[in-house]
Nanobody, 116 residues
Framework: QVQLQESGPGLVAPSQTLSVTCTVS??????????WNWARQPPGKGLEWIRH???????YYSPSLKSRTSISRDLSKNQFILHVSSVTPEDTAVYYC????????WGVGTQVTVSS
């Protein structure tokens, strides 16, 4: 079974870049049929999808976050990483990674707080 585990900085200062990493086990992130996603849930708000990357590296994005987000991969570690630039306190959230396609599984989330 595919398992996903998020890791992040915990606390980020405003205007900096936030990077959260998803480590995948049970399947390679380059395996056909899988898609890999990031979403977040700010305190008191609903879940917001952010970015998707396919097994071949094609990326999709939420239009509202396109300009400040990107997604990359570390194939040697079977990880995909979300980057959010120019963060503000509104980027404070629990960040989740999850798989779609052949199997749907979620990580437990990692809390990231933007504060000086």
């Amino acid at each position: 079974q595919v398992q996903l585990q998020e890791s992040g900085p915990g606390l980020v200062a405003p205007s900096q870049t936030l990077s959260v990493t998803c480590t995948v086990s049970g399947a390679s992130i380059t395996t056909g049929g899988y898609g890999w996603n990031w979403a977040r849930q700010p305190p008191g708000k609903g879940l917001e999808w952010i970015r998707h990357i396919t097994a071949t590296g094609i990326t999709y994005y939420s239009p509202s976050l396109k300009s400040r987000t990107s997604i990359s991969r570390d194939l040697s570690k079977n990880q995909f990483i979300l980057h959010v630039s120019s963060v503000t306190p509104e980027d404070t959230a629990v960040y989740y990674c999850f798989s779609t396609g052949a199997d749907s599984n979620w990580g437990v989330g990692t809390q990231v707080t933007v504060s000086s």
